[in-house]
């Protein structure tokens, strides 16, 4: 039996916010949440003082470019980078070479992942090769194990077929998670068509490329209920389109990335290709939108979108460049230290977004430190400063963040009643 004393445990699916101990049974679940008899024996006490102890997180949107493009990132060095920003569930996007749109890709990948120390859990495709021309077979990829269906990376244009999409998934009870940038209506991908872009040079991302496609698509899903996800919304309209759905009863969800809270267009100027992102980091009237939608629960999750590039790729000029930024492991430190920590957004609102929100959604066993439940958790210190250095445990080190700051450190996570990562 292990033992986590005197930490602040933090369970928002419970309602529990107290100073006290959780012990770990044998078979790795959650044994009791309360005061110990200290006289008892464990074999291992971690002490908590000081520290929060909540659930493991679970980010629904990470790329770990397994297979064909592990020199990127792995599984493993996925998992890894994972734990130590105290994650015990990830669910890994599908575009990937190949893509996860076939039962062979699918079987082989999910196999893999279940060898893992944390739980590593598989998108697939919503359309054939992510071509947006015919669906995958959903209902036996769902029955092969996806945990969701996404074409992330690219938006799905075609209005008949992603109705189709919708409705399968409707029938199937999953969740069907977006990217929503209308290709029609971009100029140039990864930084915001704006003052930056053109200081810069170059066409740029509109806001409208990602609304107009949201409002479309929620809409789509207005009579059919779908467990609609748009993922990483950057637009501060996006917020309003997802409020007011919400509000006429349509069924439909929403995610912000660390990065979205914490920069704005701004930080491409500084950190070049790194800061670039699809959708980009946009205003700061839409970053205060993003936080607002985060605090009143617009927005129901923190997904990090974890993208792994090599150096060789992101040291291309700005406009050649892959998108996306690595995000596992400094996603507490910016959360905690641009949202949490301003006032802005309660810890414990952060925390549901980052646990038992995804768990919902995805009717995972986890998101909650319930007695008997798996025991899968993370303690971290709220109060701990440290600096983004440059080395991490993901194979990649592509984050705008390093060199800032950041008040929040992981100490340990644990996963299924065994340490996955000690600080
Ligand atoms: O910037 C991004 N990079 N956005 C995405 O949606 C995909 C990701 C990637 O796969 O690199
Ligand atoms: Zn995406």
């Known amino acids: 039996m292990k033992l986590i004393k005197g930490g602040r445990v933090i369970d928002p699916a419970n309602n529990i916010d107290t100073i006290t101990d959780v012990v770990i ?20 006490v971690i002490d908590a003082e000081n520290l929060i102890v909540a659930p493991g997180f679970i980010d629904v ?7 064909g493009l592990t020199y990127k990132e792995d599984i493993t060095t996925g998992a890894a980078a994972a734990s130590a920003g105290g994650y015990t569930t ?11 749109d076939s039962l062979e890709t699918l079987a082989e990948l999910c196999s893999r992942e279940k060898q893992l120390p944390i739980h590593v859990l598989q998108a697939a495709n919503v359309t054939a090769g992510m071509q947006g021309k015919e669906l995958t077979d959903m209902e036996a990829l769902l029955a092969a194990g996806a945990a969701g269906f996404t074409d992330d990376g690219v938006p799905i244009a075609d209005e008949k077929l992603l109705l189709q999409a919708l409705k399968k998934c409707k029938e199937l009870d999953v969740p069907i998670s977006l990217h929503e940038e209308d290709p029609a209506l971009m100029f140039s991908a990864g930084v915001n068509k704006g003052v930056v872009s053109d200081r810069l040079g170059l066409g740029g991302a509109p806001d409208e490329a990602e609304y107009v496609l949201v409002a479309r698509d929620v809409m789509l899903n207005r009579k059919i209920g779908a467990k609609l996800d748009i993922q990483h919304i950057s637009s501060g309209v996006t917020v309003d389109i997802l409020r007011s759905a919400k509000k006429m009863g349509i069924k439909v969800f929403g995610e912000v990335t660390p990065q979205h809270l914490a920069a704005t267009e701004e930080l491409v100027l500084e950190k070049g290709s790194l800061a670039r992102v699809n959708p980009p980091l946009r205003t700061e009237k839409d970053r205060q939108a993003l936080i607002e939608g985060l605090r009143d629960g617009t927005i129901d999750m923190i997904a990090t979108d974890h993208a792994p590039h090599s150096k060789e790729e992101k040291s291309k000029p700005l406009e ?11 996603a507490l430190g910016l959360v905690l230290t641009s949202v949490v920590r301003t006032g802005q957004v309660p810890l414990k609102r952060v925390i549901e977004a980052l646990t038992i929100n995804p768990a919902k959604l995805y009717k995972l066993p986890a998101g909650t430190l319930s007695e008997g439940a798996d025991a899968d958790l993370v303690i971290f210190d709220p109060e701990e400063k440290w600096t983004v250095g440059d080395s991490f445990r993901s194979k990649a080190s592509n984050s705008p963040f390093i060199g800032w700051e950041l008040y929040g450190k992981i100490k340990t996570t644990i996963c299924g009643g065994k340490i996955v990562f000690r600080d």
Do not use: Q
């Open 61 to 67: 949107h990470v790329h770990f470019r397994d297979p």
């Open 25 to 44: 049974n044998d078979k790795g679940k959650i044994e009791r949440i309360g005061a110990v008899d200290p006289a008892l024996n464990f074999d291992t």
């Open 90 to 100: 990830v669910i890994c996007m599908a575009n990937t070479k190949p893509p996860v």
């Open 320 to 330: 050649s460049a892959p998108s996306g930024m690595i995000g596992l492991e400094t």
